[in-house]
């Protein structure tokens, strides 16, 4: 290849110098709105309680107050609240797996009347707001004797998140081979068999996909947590460290001590799942 | 053992037949090979045979009994997948024990039947392999593995070779071969690849559209097809067609087209327009002088394109007129791109077909079955000679209609 052509083809595979300056600023810019406000959190978390309320604000503290996540967790159950979003987050994403990964397989596999728009139909469940149907599942919380515990959380951030892990799951299972399926069938394997043998074990990515999104929105989950639940001892996070925002004054520093350790489970799992996650993800959209 | 036997069975996919009236009867122990291009409905024949697609109507009999209804796991097949569809999570030993365990035989029989079967496919030391770690060949052969451990009545094949380079393809042919022999299992086989089918196969059954074309050995749909469709789809390379005319000439009955002259016995067929099918086996491409005179078979004049050496022989592609033939070319005549030659032979094996039908209506196979078929006149021929290559030399017209002669030989 002539110089002439490889200068040309650096430019249109690279871009012009300006361009790239260009480019590289913005996306500079972009992340540094995204961070912005995990750093004023960790900032916040570490500074004392006079220096807190000195006005105006100084975003970067003259002395680092790591007491604040000690003193966090004495202010208010915080190890209480751990345990409880654990138990509600973990319940829900169970539930998820044992109503997802059947449902999946069947719309990805089974061929039915009404599949389509069943699949359709589950996911305009997601256009809808949760707090629309907040008044509605009060009152059903009511009648099942579920306020107060953690099955009315447990079931309704399972039931929130229940239409994106299917559809997650049925993206998956739709790219293993049909073949493996056929070949069951002739081995004389019944659905649930084939289901247990050769999905689960083949679709471990987008499963684990799809519960890490669920773990995650019943992890965060605030609305029903804050209705459904009064009694302080099977408070989850969310609604827990709201106890720092006082009627009086708000606790900035362990309100963000607080909300930056309730980050660290949900980071950990995304860390350990990472790769998992991306096949997950991806999975269909190459042979 | 057992056979099976389709009775006008279709397939319809919406409004469209996948599988029309098709009727089929395969014996007991049989190789009977599908054969058949792309969307002809073989693959979906196998579908049904297995009890992975229904039969919109008609009926499949396995071994006696009507299997219709009959769910899959109950029909007592196994069938051998284009891309293996191993288990990619289990080993091999659990690949192959997977049916005999979920069947409920006992650990003891499982381990000693994939013992066996692993000795006799050469797996024995791949066991606690995944699929992943093996290799194109060794896959194949734990998917026939699966297949043969469980001892079906029927093995149902859906082209197992494709994915296969060249030479594991061949090796993997022979195997097949041997082990169905040994097994004596009846057999079917689903390939678009017809030098699989003429290897392999006990009988051939042809497809094409959705419609079963022919059923015979592989010698008889190479030597004596029923249409065009199978004389061009048997054979490699393909048959050789020239669309033109019969019509009486001072010289007796001759068919004129494709850029081609070929004298005809008179009681072979009608005046009127057909389309020569002669093999490139049985034709011949010789040197051309000018002013020489032409050999006594020749039947038209062309142009070397090129020559494609096969090793064992040689084929031309040549040009006649502005259509595409191929013949065999003798590398000792030292025959090249570009070179002029005359085409000539293939009387005696030609094929007319039906121009409206495509419809065999003489020749093929003539030598063999003690009839002349489209022998040519063994004056005209002599006498005829300098005439018949006149053809293409004098730009006489060709037969009317396009795509009159095919190198590739698609109909």
Known sequence: ?287 | MGGVVLQGVFKMFGGTAVVEDLNLEVGDGEFMVLLGPSGCGKTTTLRMIAGLETATSGQIIIDGRVANDVHPSHRDIAMVFQNYALYPHMTVRQNLGYALRRSGAEKQAVATAVGEVAASLGLAPLLDRKPSQLSGGQRQRVALGRAVIRRPKVFLMDEPLSNLDAKLRVEMRNELVRLQSRLGTTTIYVTHDQVEAMTMGHRVAVMHGGRLEQVGSPLDLFERPVNQFVAGFMGHPAMNMFQGSVARHASGRRFVGGGVEVPLLESDCHDGEFVLGIRPQYLRATRYSEGAVPPPDAIARARVDFVEHLGTESFGVLTVEDRTVVAKVEVADGIGSGDPVWLCGGRERAQLFELSTGARVVGGGASRAGAAAVAVAAGAASGAGAASGAPAASGAPAASGAGAASGAGAP
């Open chain 1, 1 to 287: 290849m002539s110089r002439a052509a490889e200068v040309s083809l650096d430019h249109v595979v690279r871009g012009s110098k300006p361009g790239r300056v260009v480019t590289r600023l913005a996306f500079g810019w972009v992340v540094v709105i995204l961070l912005a406000p995990f750093v004023v959190m960790a900032l916040t978390a570490v500074t004392g309680n006079r220096a807190i309320a000195v006005l105006p604000a100084r975003w970067i503290p003259k002395q680092v107050a790591w007491s604040n996540f000690t003193s966090a967790f004495t202010a208010v159950p915080l190890a209480r609240y751990f345990l409880n979003s654990t138990i509600i987050a973990g319940g829900s994403t169970v539930l998820n797996a044992f109503a997802a990964v059947p449902a999946a397989f069947a719309l990805a596999r089974l061929r039915f009347r009404g599949r389509r728009a069943f699949l359709l139909f589950i996911i305009a469940t997601q256009m809808i707001s949760p707090i629309v149907l907040l008044i509605a599942a009060f009152k059903l919380m009511v009648v099942l004797h579920m306020i107060n515990t953690y099955w009315a959380l447990i079931f309704m951030d399972g039931s929130v998140s229940l239409p994106i892990t299917i559809w997650i799951m049925t993206a998956y299972f739709s790219g293993i081979p049909q073949e493996i399926q056929d070949a069951a069938t002739l081995d004389g394997i019944g659905n649930w068999r084939i289901l247990v043998d050769h999905f689960i074990p083949l679709g471990i990515p987008g499963i684990v996909t799809a519960l890490v999104f669920s773990f995650v929105i019943a992890w965060n989950e605030f609305l029903f947590a804050l209705t459904f639940v009064t009694n302080p001892t099977i408070r989850p996070l969310t609604t827990g460290i709201y106890a720092f925002v006082g009627e009086a004054e708000i606790q900035w520093n362990y309100l963000m001590a607080a909300s930056l350790l309730s980050i660290v489970p949900v980071l950990l799992i995304f860390l350990g799942i990472q790769k998992r996650l991306a096949a997950g993800l991806v999975a269909g959209a190459v042979k």
